[in-house]
């Protein structure tokens, strides 16, 4: 996982590949688009995690990455902007399908506490996007929030404190105060 092994220019490429696929992936009815060969899957929330993340290490890019950055954010903007409802409805089947993802790993959690703990760091990547959904709607969550609590409540119960999973770079852009599941792990069974 490349968060684990993070790098600026892997997710300025990245982004770059899904903010030029926005249209007309954003009215389109597919959840997860393509973007091309060993890329991730382009979601509205993927686009956020990455623009989160570089907005927050702009400081530490040089001036093609401050351009390039700029660049895909304002295509971002404009393309949210544009395709607002679409947008949001978006964002919500995102979020909806990504707290069932994470209700169904709860369950094997359960069924295999073994392969669970194995199996964590996509979750804590899913919940995460999860929480770039929450913030992208605002006040429009509301929907999502007992969804959230029962995936979190989950989480919870089959998870222990450990270090930040992700690389140390990004650790000051998720306090863990707000993203506690990437500071928690299940612990295989003794």
Not at 41 to 50: E, K, M, S
Not at 59 to 66: D, K, L, T
Not at 108 to 113: A, S
Request: with cysteine; net charge neutral.
């Amino acid at each position: 996982m490349t968060e684990q092994t993070y790098s600026i220019d892997l997710d300025l490429k990245e982004v770059t590949a899904m903010v030029d696929s926005f249209v007309p992936y954003i009215y389109e009815d597919e959840l997860y688009g393509r973007v091309g060969m060993n890329l991730p899957r382009l979601t509205p929330g993927a686009v956020l995690l990455r623009l989160r993340r570089l907005n927050a290490l702009r400081g530490n890019m040089n001036a093609n990455q401050i351009t390039a950055l700029d660049t895909v954010t304002i295509a971002h903007n404009q393309a949210r902007n544009e395709w607002g409802v679409a947008y949001a409805k978006k964002l919500t089947h995102e979020a909806e399908s990504r707290l069932r993802d994470i209700q169904i790993y709860v369950k094997e959690c359960r069924d295999d506490p073994r392969m669970a703990a194995s199996a964590y760091l996509p979750e804590a990547l899913r919940r995460t996007m999860v929480q770039e959904v929450l913030t992208a709607l605002g006040g429009n969550a509301d929907g999502l929030k007992p969804k959230v609590r029962q995936a979190d409540s989950g989480l919870r119960n089959h998870t222990q404190p450990c270090p930040f999973l992700w690389d140390a770079v990004l650790q000051p852009i998720y306090p863990q105060a707000e993203f506690w599941w990437l500071y928690v792990r299940p612990q295989p069974p003794e």
